[in-house]
Nanobody, 125 residues
Framework: VQLQASGGGLVQAGGSLRLSCAAS????????MGWFRQAPGKEREFVAA????????YYADSVKGRFTISRDNAKNTVYLQMNSLKPEDTAVYYC???????????????????WGQGTLVTVSS
């Protein structure tokens, strides 16, 4: 299983970015796919997740209403649309995949088996 994250960059506060995570290597229909982020000196934290087959989405409170996670089945790609970005959103963003997960644990990095390489998002004030 390979996950390839892309789409990071430098943006001003209030701007938008869309991250992509291209998945390959197997069928992901039973997976949950998540986005996490890690700022310098901080622990990796949950951002959003989606159940691939059902499309059910989950968000951290800090991004709810600003970020949208979605998936394109035909392209095997998961997206994270980030709007109204704030300087505190600055971090390396990682996509992750989990073949077996339950709602109570999908916010935990340890629940995910596969990780992309990360893409840096920098929001200037």
């Amino acid at each position: 299983v390979q996950l390839q994250a892309s789409g990071g960059g430098l943006v001003q506060a209030g701007g938008s970015l869309r991250l992509s995570c291209a998945a390959s290597g197997r069928t992901f229909s039973n997976y949950a796919m998540g986005w996490f982020r890690q700022a310098p000196g901080k622990e990796r934290e949950f951002v959003a997740a989606v159940r691939w087959s059902a499309g059910t989405t989950y968000y951290a409170d800090s991004v709810k209403g600003r970020f949208t996670i979605s998936r394109d089945n035909a392209k095997n790609t998961v997206y994270l649309q980030m709007n109204s970005l704030k300087p505190e959103d600055t971090a390396v963003y990682y996509c992750a995949g989990a073949p077996r997960i339950i709602a109570t644990t999908l916010r935990l990095p340890s629940s995910y088996d596969y990780w992309g390489q990360g893409t840096l998002v920098t929001v200037s004030s």
